[in-house]
């Protein structure tokens, strides 16, 4: 089984960067798509970017378009979430998260059971 761990999460203002990072470890995670989803104070765990194995196609929800970049190096086993001009409403422990499951991806990316595997979550709060 593959185990996810997030890092790179932290505070910072309004306009600023950060660059979550999932690190893979156990069994190879050949093949499987990958994705980052949020979940803010209070509210429900919300898509936010994924990836396919080959990088070739991304997805990312409307709000973060334009802002956020996922991105993944196979060999090393690592997802990235590069997350520019944020905003006090980005604010949420971000999950990383992959499917075994890919067949379907291109038109299941944003569904949450689509992933079956999950990290356990970064923090990122954004000051006005």
């Known amino acids: 089984q593959v185990q996810l761990v997030e890092s790179g999460g932290g505070l910072v203002q309004a306009g600023g960067s950060l660059r979550p990072s999932c690190a893979a470890s156990g069994r190879t995670f050949y093949g499987y798509a990958m994705g980052w989803s949020r979940q803010p104070p209070g509210k429900e765990r919300e898509f936010v970017a994924g990836?396919?194995?080959?990088?070739?196609?991304?997805y990312y929800t409307d709000s973060v378009k334009g802002r956020f970049i996922i991105s993944r190096d196979n060999a090393k086993n690592m997802l990235y979430l590069q997350m520019n001009s944020l905003k006090p409403e980005d604010t949420a422990v971000h999950y990383c998260?992959?499917?075994?499951?890919?067949?379907?991806?291109?038109?299941?990316?944003?569904?949450?059971?689509?992933?079956?595997?999950w990290g356990q979550g970064t923090q990122v709060t954004v000051s006005s």
């Open positions: 990836i396919v194995w080959s990088a070739a196609s991304t």
């Open positions: 998260a992959a499917t075994t499951r890919p067949k379907n991806y291109h038109t299941d990316y944003a569904r949450r059971d689509v992933y079956d595997i």
